[in-house]
């Protein structure tokens, strides 16, 4: 006998009870799904190197041959005893970025600035607004140069995309890929698709690139592509940390003995008052990651490993666009220092080197 209550079938009732159950049971389950998750068992046993740092100031500043000002995105190699230090400036009345190359017997200086960049936007393409945050490898006897291109407002590039130069010598010339962009980052808001770091592990190049104010990885076969986006690997902190704001993308990594070891940007808010730092300007330190394969990263207790300089110094307002060289257990950790003179902002490319 079928029982009804209030004109209502009572199978009909259970079969409403069960959906919820089920809608209940799949929320859950999607919540747990999205919490982040914790470190695997492995990295508990990770020695994270215990660094000494040494500030060693600005290494080069403008003006330069063709620039005038803003020198960012620094990054080095090494080749038959020489040092190539790669970085981007803005030439005078231009409101672009272009790519340069200065060489050094020593990976502390002193540099010299070849007289003109090595590469430059293109009117009317991809890359009409500026090219910068160049990553060179050489594989092969061949020279590769990642590097991000951006695109004027109302472009498929306009947030920033990545390109691919080659050459038979460090310091060119300089052969863009006949099909860029290679690759288009995932970027949100205000934010740009800067290009962090390339390296080549075995027989795959990892790109750790900006995206979502966060650190974001790509990886591929060869240094052309196909290119496929692995999603965040390295996030801002909790509110009221140093680096709550963001985590920029261009970081320096290196695989070094068996770890990849990440040095990235932290930004926040200038807590008031603090003078020095105009309202509503981000303040940038460094922090310091290892990571077993690139994609799940341990962050350092320490962070920030290296602070802004005393009022004045080059580095006072805020250090960012981060790149590692190394040699031996030695890292030169190249940046971007920023300060405010007369409420005039200046850049430069410091260094600093960390021992263990």
């Known amino acids: 006998m079928i029982h009804h209550f209030q004109g209502v079938k009572w199978h009909v009732v259970l079969i409403m009870l069960l959906v919820l159950l089920s809608i209940g049971l799949f929320w859950y389950v999607q919540k747990e799904v999205v919490l982040p998750p914790k ?8 020695n994270i190197p215990d660094f000494t740092f040494l500030k060693v100031g600005p290494v080069l500043k403008a003006p330069i041959a063709w620039a005038n000002d803003y020198l960012e995105d620094p990054m080095m190699i090494e080749y038959k005893g020489n040092y190539y ?17 200065a060489t050094s017997k020593s990976p502390t200086g002193p540099w010299t600035v070849a007289a003109d960049p090595i590469l ?19 594989v092969n006897e061949t020279f590769y140069m990642w590097y991000t291109g951006q695109g004027k407002t109302g472009s498929s590039t306009e947030k920033g995309a990545i390109g691919l130069a080659t050459a038979s010598s460090p310091v060119g010339p300089w052969t863009k890929y006949g099909i860029n962009p290679i690759f288009i980052p995932k ?8 290009l962090g770091s390339v390296q080549k592990i075995n027989n795959t190049y990892y790109m750790w690139y900006g995206g979502e104010w966060a650190v974001r990885l790509a990886t591929a076969p060869t240094p052309e592509g196909p290119w496929t986006d692995q999603g965040i690997v390295l996030s801002r902190g909790k509110p009221g940390t140093w680096e709550y704001q ?24 200038p807590a008031s ?11 940038g330190e460094i922090g310091y990651a290892v990571s077993l ?6 962050k350092s207790s320490l962070n920030p490993v290296i602070k802004n300089g005393a009022a004045g110094e080059a580095d006072s307002y805020s250090l960012r666009c981060v790149s590692i060289f190394t040699k031996d257990n030695t890292f030169y950790i190249y940046y971007m220092g920023m300060r405010h003179v007369d409420a005039i902002r200046e850049e430069s490319i410091c260094l600093a080197i960390a021992t263990y």
């Open 39 to 46: 470190e695997p068992p492995e990295y508990e046993y990770i």
């Open 85 to 101: 230090l790669y970085f981007c400036a803005r030439p005078p009345n231009a409101d672009v970025y272009r790519i340069g190359v």
């Open 120 to 138: 430059s936007e293109v009117a009317g393409s991809w890359e009409s607004a500026f090219v910068s945050s160049p990553y060179v490898l050489m």
């Open 187 to 194: 970027v949100t808001g205000r934010e740009r698709g800067w």
């Open 246 to 269: 963001a985590v920029l993308g261009e970081s320096g990594v290196v695989y070094h003995q068996g770890l990849f070891h990440m040095f990235y940007s932290g930004m926040r808010l």
């Open 273 to 283: 008052p603090e003078p020095e730092f105009p309202v509503g300007e981000l303040i």
């Open 293 to 298: 394969d690139g994609r799940t990263w341990l």
